[in-house]
């Protein structure tokens, strides 16, 4: 599987974006991201095009980056506009230029041809910023393919074993993995009947009753309705619990892992977000991460389905995206030889 | 070079296997070790056959073995015995078992197709658990290939130069090596003349014979017979002291190394034990590992023979091992294709 | 670009090479350096021919090294000169050896075919070992291709950007670099016309005329001649400051770099010595390593042209050698496949 390349993917929070410069590598490509003055995002491609000098190692004049190597200046747009060994500027004197999007408190990056980068087509993830809700944020950047991440979070009964005692507990046997799509987007609904309630939320009886509606969107961004009820309450309109998990791919075995977590509750209250967060990291780095890396150690890059792996019923979601995948990148291919 | 696959290698020392699951590379076959509530061992695929999940990170319920990641369960034949998630158990959720005998006080692995797994094939090291003998082992995992390691131990000529003053000196020109076959062992017998007594046996005059008995097992499993006596003595028919050294193959760059030492002294002596081992481990490691690294380095993953060695008369053992060898794997392919 | 063979280049500092066995690799291949009882270096290949151990890990007698593995000893020349095994030699018992040069206070090796090996060809560096002269020197061995150094250093201009306020200042945008050819040799002659004088150097006004000479030999020696004078004075007789970077490549991604610096003062003052050094190996330590470092990660081993890059009046220099590299690789393999 190779990645896709005409979809939003998120590249930063913005509180990490700023005046200073900022070398990220996405799907193998590097990327240089910094704050222009008027404060929107600028994402050109860090590699200079005279000796392939890193442009995140130069200094940044008004909007423009000079390249620390032999000084040539490089627009917001990539075009260098400044050559001071004779101020002649060849054509393809440039750096690509990646359309980007500050929405939904993420910093969104398209990756493929420009002329398809179309804003409208950022997955809605209007809930994080409503004045209604908190949303807190936590990034990390784990030693493993993005969609060995993705397989896990489709498939929640890895909970029960992953993470017996954080969050879940033993009700897989009763459990039901429903599966649709949404135009390009696989919906996966996990209900789980008569579960041991979790233990991080206060108030419930011993034994509930839980679901959660999962949304992947193409570009790796995973959101999670959770809601959970008293055996005799009703889950479909219970309010939920949201988070999200969203795994940009850098490369064939790292993967910027964007993780947050939303409230209705302390609206105005840091220390809850930075507790929340912990918290989230925590399990992740201390449950899945070393899961996941034994498992793209042993994957060793090759494709999942190439190893024809055992099928559980669980892994509908994660298959429907796996086919939804092969079919947009297909779809890339065909156009790029076309 | 292949590996052989079809032969019996020693896994572990039974001690080291008990009822904590443990992973062992072998072959680069990732294998879980461990022991069953009888007390048998069980060695099986140490990899998930739904996402690739090694299993040595799971649990143990009696002889079952729970996937740490979507809790399936194996048993130790390697069947899929519990499936939470449904419950439909496919033919092919399972693990490949592989064939296990503890004997002469090591753990044996057969890596090849288990029909042809016979126990009586197993060479004979019965010595080591003899009644009147004691043996001490040692195990370390050097970063080389099984066969610069047994190059290396076929070839004592070595030892005057590599072990000068640790326990050999300065007669290699004196000597005479003798090869023979026995089945698919192949028989060294290295003996020096004159040579300056081993300052490791007190009790010699200054300048003896000594011979080493050398048995090649196409298991990497090479054990000794060491002979001294004054210059008027009777070689053949001296008391051996007798050691092996065993190479199981981890991967292109990596060996399973267990040393034993086996003495009819002090039987009832642990720290006699424990002294043998460290300074046979510390000469080993000392002297042997850093010029066999540097070797495996040179050679770069190369065969041997490709290289276009300089052959000496000395390392007639190790050529014909190397034949051997070759033959056995040249049988073993074509009777794959077949 | 393979490397080039048949050239001189430069192994080592006279002061480094004694009676220890050293290893160094050039060109990929091991070299044992050591020097023989009458004072003349030998270079021969660090790999015995029996079992590929580094004989740099052995013992000299006399002129002879004795391989630590086996004992088998090889003279100045490569020739095994005793096998203790049955001192049978046969023919290919040897390793190659290289001829090698002391002159102008370093160390020459040549590299191809022996034949070729004229101490003539030798590029003249006479000036270093001038008793009116004193030239210090440094040894570093940084992790980046031998030629992304080349082209640092044919191309001066990086040094406003990379090296502000070490010791150039803003004026390459009046600045000229004029190209020739000597031979086998390329001329690069840069000056700046207005420029801030190096804070280096102390007595000049504050703006200066300079030109820095740069004669590049195939064997990537670099000596540079520097002029500095006031706005009125006469560049071309001002008497120069010399120095030297010689870029001797290891493999893929390492270099053996040495520099040098000549001086017409302080003619006994080893401290000055030191001083020089650790200034100049302080700027390419801290300025130039991680720039280049970070450009031979992102070429990844490619050749820079099959990457296209943009080309500037600046590469002039850098460009005219790699066409004479690339016409010198060509020819020396015609002749090898003829």
Same mark, same amino acid.
């Given at each position: ?5 005409? $979809? ?9 974006i700023?005046?200073q410069?900022?070398?990220?590598? %996405?799907?193998?490509d ?14 050109i ?20 980056v ?5 000084g ?11 050559n ?9 004197n ?22 398809g980068?179309?804003?409208d087509?950022?997955p809605?993830?209007s809930y ?5 809700l908190r949303?807190?944020h936590?990034?990390?950047?784990p ?18 074993y ?7 507990g ?8 429903l599966?649709?799509?949404d ?7 996990y209900i789980?009947?008569?579960?041991p309630?979790?233990?991080?939320i ?12 999962i ?6 961004? %995973?959101?999670?309705?959770?809601r959970?009820t ?7 309109s219970?309010a ?5 998990? %969203?795994? $940009?791919?850098e ?6 892992y964007? %993780?947050?977590f ?27 991460n ?5 498992v793209?150690v042993?994957?060793?890059g090759r ?7 055992v ?10 995206v ?16 076309a």
């Open positions: 599987m190779l990645f896709q390349r005409n $979809t939003w993917y998120v590249a930063a929070h913005p509180k990490d700023d005046r410069l900022q070398r990220r590598i %996405i799907l193998n590097p990327i240089l991201l910094y704050r222009a003055e008027r404060g929107q995002i600028v994402a491609e860090d590699r200079c095009p005279h000796r392939f000098a890193p442009l995140s190692r130069g200094t940044l004049f008004g909007d423009v000079q390249c620390k190597y032999h040539l200046r490089f627009d917001s747009s990539g075009h260098c506009v400044l001071p060994h004779g101020n002649v500027i060849a054509p393809h440039r750096v690509r230029s990646f359309p980007v999007e500050e929405r939904h408190g993420l910093v969104w990056i398209w990756m493929g041809n420009p002329e980068a179309r804003a087509t950022i809605d993830l994080m910023t409503s004045p209604k949303t807190a936590a990034y990390i950047n030693e493993y393919r993005y969609d060995i991440l993705v397989d896990n979070l489709l498939d929640l009964s890895h909970g029960d992953l993470h017996a005692g954080s969050f879940m033993g009700a897989c046997e009763r459990s039901e993995t599966v649709s799509e135009g390009n987007d696989v919906i996966v609904n789980q009947w008569r579960a309630a979790p233990p991080s206060p108030g419930l009886p011993d034994t509930v009753n839980q679901s959660f509606k949304r992947w969107h193409p570009g790796q961004v %995973i959101t999670f309705e959770y959970v008293p055996l005799d309450g009703d889950l479909e219970a939920p619990f949201r988070f999200a998990h %969203i795994a $940009t791919p490369g064939e075995h790292k993967t910027h964007f %993780i947050s939303t409230r209705d509750y302390a609206l105005d209250d840091p220390e809850n977000d930075a507790r929340a967060s912990e918290q989230r990291v925590a399990v992740v780095e201390n449950e899945d070393p899961m996941l890396r034994a793209d042993q994957m060793a494709e999942l389905m190439e190893m024809r792996p099928i559980l019923p669980t892994d509908r979601g994660a298959l429907a796996r086919r939804k995948m092969q079919k947009l990148i297909n779809a890339e291919t065909a156009k790029e030889s």
